[in-house]
């Protein structure tokens, strides 16, 4: 059974930073892609960033590109959203999210994902 353990979530200031942590765990697959998403009330679930394992890709949304950085620990199969210079708008529930997929990372973040995480709460507020 695929498990996350997801952290990093708070409240922030506009302008400033939030590292978001996702390890997951309870599966072995030879291709994979990890990422983000995040869903603001009323709003649909947005593929944020996301990391493949097969080849390496990565994709962001356009309105995070310039301001998030995700990352791969690939031993441990965890994955970290660096958010710089956020926003109001990028308040919403982040989720981390597994395909089991040898595929590019743009897919299944565009998608969906096979399996989610219980979410994180970023709220970017003055």
């Known amino acids: 059974q695929v498990q996350f353990m997801e952290s990093g979530g708070g409240l922030e200031q506009p302008g400033g930073s939030l590292r978001l942590s996702c390890e997951a765990s309870?599966?072995?697959?030879?291709?994979?892609?990890l990422g983000w998403f995040r869903q603001a009330p009323g709003k649909e679930r947005e593929g944020v960033a996301c990391?493949?394992?097969?080849?390496?890709?990565?994709y962001y949304a356009d309105s995070v590109k310039g301001r998030f950085t995700i990352s791969r620990e690939n031993d441990k199969m965890t994955v970290h959203l660096q958010m710089n210079n956020l926003k109001p708008e990028d308040t919403a529930v982040y989720l981390c999210?597994?395909?089991?997929?040898?595929?590019?990372?743009?897919?299944?973040?565009?998608?969906?994902?096979?399996?989610w995480g219980k979410g994180t709460l970023v709220t970017v507020s003055s």
């Open positions: 990391i493949s394992s097969s080849d390496g890709s990565i």
């Open positions: 309870g599966f072995t697959l030879d291709g994979y892609v």
């Open positions: 999210g597994l395909d089991n997929a040898v595929v590019a990372a743009s897919i299944p973040c565009k998608y969906g994902m096979d399996y």
